[in-house]
């Protein structure tokens, strides 16, 4: 019978691993040894430009402080409340022009302008910003001034008419749809 050790090819693998085992701990401590480096190096090297965007900073705050004391200017704040107290007023005019208060004050100038040639009977807002006027006219030339001037001054637009019938007087009964104008 043969008899075969085993014992020696135990030790030479128990060698083999305990130099792979060491050969790889080398390997894994050169490599972290050079991420390490690497990481060490850029820091290194940005290390300037931190330092760089650091003093700009530093006068960007100083220059953002100057401002802010001019900005802090009594005379500068007084004049901003004035000038919000004209810019609501002006709002305010501007949204009351299309009232109607403003709209029949523009219609009575239109009357106005002539001697009895011209006399509004009723004037109404059927819808808002639209006014219906119905009056009395001496003749047709007394009307087309009344549609010449409501076209040339642009405080309405014709929207309807003239449309005019003759009177018992001989005189005209007309009926205009007057548009008020955007305010600008």
Do not use: C
Request: aromatic fraction near 4%; glycine fraction near 6%; proline fraction near 3%.
């Amino acid at each position: 019978m043969i008899r075969i050790n085993l014992l020696p090819r135990a030790q030479r693998r128990r060698r083999l691993r305990l130099r792979s085992g060491t050969v790889l701990a080398g390997a894994m401590l050169l490599g972290w040894a050079a991420v390490i480096g690497t990481g060490y190096a850029w820091i290194a090297s940005h290390g300037a430009r931190a330092a760089e965007l650091r003093a700009s900073a530093a006068e960007v705050t100083a220059a953002t402080r100057r401002l802010e004391k001019k900005r802090d200017n009594p005379a500068l704040a007084e004049r901003q409340r004035v000038l919000r107290i004209r810019q609501e007023a002006l709002a305010r005019l501007q949204e009351a022009r299309g009232a109607p208060a403003a709209a029949l004050a523009e219609l009575a100038a239109l009357f106005e302008r002539q001697d009895a040639a011209l006399r509004p009977l009723e004037a109404h807002a059927a819808v808002l910003g639209v006014w219906r006027v119905e009056g009395l006219a001496r003749d047709v030339a007394a009307l087309t001034d009344l549609v010449a001037r409501v076209r040339r001054e642009a405080k309405f637009h014709l929207s309807y008419g003239p449309e005019y019938a003759r009177a018992p007087d001989d005189g005209l009964r007309f009926r205009l749809d007057l548009e008020a104008a955007a305010s600008e």
